[in-house]
């Protein structure tokens, strides 16, 4: 929307009227606090400051994710973490329980401005779920002054096709009552390029090839609406509750040119349009409770959770078919679907700490959930001018229960500190596929322990060990056997044979002056599920497949460097090597891939008089295996920013620029009879412009701790 862009300049031609008598005014009420640095790093993570990030505004969170020390996404909106898929995210310590595609839409429609920093743990400790190869914790901003305060915050950035963001967060707060809400919309768009070739022995061993050519435009726009309360009930028990609701709505569109090969030949082409809509809510309710006692650190937390999904999607396939001449021969195939998925959760957990000695503390907790998951797809082919039932059409419903609890000790004795637990997760999951009647269940009872070791031989020198355990279950729409049609000769389809894959994490690391932080990781990870390609030779229809097919193993070798390298300039540097090994069978087929990357995060952050600031940063991801088990060529991306403060730092104007070297991803896949290439450029390189305004009171009080969720913040003893 142009009005956004208007308001921007609007306020920025005020803030340069007002600027000047706001330079007069007393100073006294200004309560001046240390300046948090871009990058934190504590025993047990990192801890990344997104409101540093000058290149955070105007930007989604999913792309300010792959910005991120270790963190990686890729052109589907997968999350990587040290080149390691299935990234547990969690809003606020709450897991999202949302497929893969739908946390990447809900990532994208989420503004930058909207958080105040995201926790990065490559191995976390007991108190928080099983699931995932790591945590990537997003913690959104909160109010922490007393009286009345807020921000506006207003976005807007141009690539091939603009976007738009604005939000407003409110909080008042006194002795007794916290209060707090927010409104956010965001209009995200992107236009895209893909290719793709296939090669494949036909029927009669002739090799074949489909090679495909898309341009796709995307929609989705959103609104988002917070609110919450916390009531203090006395001087050591608070109530709070919590409320945040979803609305999307969206479309794509792309067109594809394919044509099809035998040996060298060209024998036919295909031209197809496919539309794709879709409508979602997710709305969630937190009920949340915390008792003090007398003794100082003795705390017992109580959260109550419901989180309702609902989505309905349609899809339009219009393809029409050509012989080499380009001459039609056949009549055009027309398929439309509609998708609808609705997903209801329960969750409730407790949460005890009890302080043992004065640099001591146990830790304890139960957690139970219950998931229920329906899906339908109906298809329908049009048939002589009539819609007919398709063939591909299905129900599935999933239901699963998890009980967890578990235990945590931590310790400082002298120079030497421990944090040891072990989470306990009985698993029972059911699900059926109506057409076909079609059943199956899982239960499961598995143990996860995790220590970490810490030795600070002096104030600059602090010596570390890590070792945990983890479980990787699959996604409900892995389990779910839906034929989905990405296009005409192109499908996904799940698996309800998949089982979880476990992880061994083990972990050294060494930090010199707080500055230098030298980490070798070593993961080995069984029951892999990775995305396997099915070739249909005759028809030239190829379907990806999740599969339990193999072991990886990881060792990765990283050195990080934070520091403010004058009074004006910060730098932060990551850079990593990382071995993967997978080793495995595919269709009775040995399958033995290596690889090293090489990766780069670069950072650079200068803070001058009068308010100004500028950041200009790069990244640099060296060819990785992906979970296609093919081989991701190097990516390297350029941002930069420049900001300046106003109105006595209570407003502030952003500029940036994003992925300036405009990059594309690549992958070649080869085993088996099947290699397979694709090419994919998407809308990241971009212009932001985005001002933001704090007002109200801003004399700041101690935050009171308040749980959010299903997943509590871990306390630390000592980082």
């Known amino acids: 929307m142009k009005t956004i862009l208007t308001f921007i300049l609007t306020l920025i031609a005020g803030s340069l009227v007002a600027q000047d008598s706001l330079r007069q005014r007393s100073l006294s009420a200004i309560t001046i606090t240390a300046a948090k640095p871009l990058v934190e790093r504590k025993q047990d993570r990192v801890v990344v400051n997104i409101?540093?990030?000058?290149?955070?505004?105007?930007?989604?969170?999913?792309?300010?994710?792959?910005?991120?020390?270790?963190?990686?996404?890729?052109?589907?909106?997968?999350?990587?973490l040290n080149n390691k898929n299935n990234v547990l995210v969690l809003i606020d310590n709450r897991p999202t329980y949302l497929s893969a595609g739908d946390l990447a839409t809900l990532l994208q429609n989420m503004s930058g401005s909207e958080i105040e920093s995201v926790e990065i743990m490559t191995n976390p400790p007991a108190r928080y779920d099983a699931a995932g190869n790591g945590i990537l914790n997003i913690k959104t901003k909160k109010g922490l002054k007393r009286g009345m305060n807020g921000s506006l915050t207003a976005g807007y950035s141009q690539g091939t096709v603009p976007r738009e963001n604005i939000a407003l967060n409110l909080n008042y707060r006194n002795a007794q009552w916290n209060l707090f809400g927010g409104l956010s919309f965001n209009d995200w768009r992107n236009a895209s390029e893909q290719i793709s070739n296939r090669s494949f022995a036909g029927v009669d061993g002739t090799p074949n090839q489909v090679n495909g050519h898309d341009h796709i435009r995307q929609n989705f726009r959103d609104g988002g609406i917070k609110l919450g309360a916390d009531r203090s009930l006395g001087k050591k028990s608070t109530l709070g509750v919590l409320v945040n609701t979803n609305l999307l709505n969206g479309h794509a569109n792309s067109v594809t040119g394919t044509e099809v090969l035998a040996g060298q030949s060209l024998t036919n082409q295909l031209q197809s349009a496919t539309r794709f809509s879709m409508d979602r809510q997710i709305a969630s309710a937190n009920l949340n409770y915390r008792q003090l006692f007398n003794k100082p650190g003795q705390e017992l937390t109580a959260d109550a959770d419901y989180v309702y999904y609902h989505s309905a999607s349609r899809q339009d396939i219009h393809t029409r078919f050509f012989d080499a001449a380009g001459n039609e021969n056949s009549s055009a195939l027309q398929l439309q679907s509609t998708a609808p998925v609705h997903i209801d959760i329960w969750s409730g957990k407790l949460d005890y700490v009890q302080p043992l000695k004065e640099d001591m503390r146990l830790e304890a907790g139960i957690k139970s959930s219950y998931v229920s998951n329906n899906n339908e797809l109906v298809y329908q082919r049009l048939d002589n001018g009539k819609w007919a039932p398709d063939a591909r059409s299905n129900e599935f419903a999933y239901r699963e229960n998890i009980n967890a609890a578990y235990l945590n000790y931590a310790a400082t004795l002298g120079k030497f500190s421990l944090q040891a637990g072990v989470r306990a997760e009985n698993t029972h999951g059911k699900g059926e596929q109506r057409t076909g009647n079609v059943n199956f269940t899982r239960d499961t009872l598995n143990f996860f322990p995790t220590v970490f070791l810490q030795y600070q031989l002096s104030d600059k020198h602090v010596f570390g060990a890590n070792y945990g355990k983890r479980i990787e279950r699959p996604q409900y729409e892995q389990l779910n056997p839906f034929i989905i049609l990405l296009d005409t000769l192109t499908a996904e389809q799940g698996n309800p044979a998949l089982r979880p894959q476990y992880v061994n994490n083990i972990g050294l690391n060494y930090t010199y002056d707080k500055a230098l932080q030298l980490t070798l990781e070593y993961s080995a990870t069984n029951d892999v599920i990775s995305k396997i390609a099915r070739q249909l030779p005759e028809q030239k229809i190829t379907i990806f497949m999740q599969e339990n097919i193999s072991r990886v193993r990881y060792l990765t070798a990283s050195v990080a460097y934070n520091r403010a390298i004058t009074s004006w300039w910060q730098a932060g540097y990551h850079v990593a090597m990382i071995y993967t090994h997978y080793q495995g069978a595919v269709d009775n087929t040995p399958v033995s891939l290596y690889n090293t990357a090489f990766n780069a995060n670069i950072n650079n952050s200068f803070q001058w008089r009068q308010g100004w600031s500028a950041e200009i940063g790069a990244i640099y991801n060296g060819r990785y295996l992906n979970n296609f088990l093919g081989i991701a060529q190097p990516v390297f991306s350029l941002n930069a920013g420049i900001a300046k403060s106003l109105w006595d730092n209570k407003a502030k104007l952003q500029l940036n620029l994003s992925d300036l070297t405009r990059p594309a991803e690549r992958?070649?896949?080869?085993?088996?009879?099947?290699?397979?290439?694709?090419?994919?450029?998407?809308?990241?390189?971009?212009?932001?412009?985005?001002?933001?305004?704090?007002?109200?009171?801003?004399?700041?009080?101690?935050?009171?701790?308040?749980?959010?969720?299903?997943?509590?913040?871990q306390s630390r003893l000592k980082n």
Do not use: C, H
Not at 55 to 73: C, D, H, K
Not at 675 to 702: A, C, H, L, P, Q
């Open 51 to 80: 409101d540093k990030m000058i290149t955070a505004a105007g930007s989604n969170v999913l792309e300010i994710l792959g910005r991120l020390p270790g963190v990686a996404v890729d052109q589907s909106g997968n999350i990587r």
């Open 667 to 713: 992958m070649t896949t080869d085993y088996g009879n099947l290699v397979m290439y694709n090419w994919y450029r998407g809308d990241k390189r971009r212009i932001g412009i985005s001002f933001t305004w704090k007002f109200g009171k801003s004399s700041v009080e101690k935050e009171r701790a308040r749980t959010t969720g299903t997943q509590a913040e």
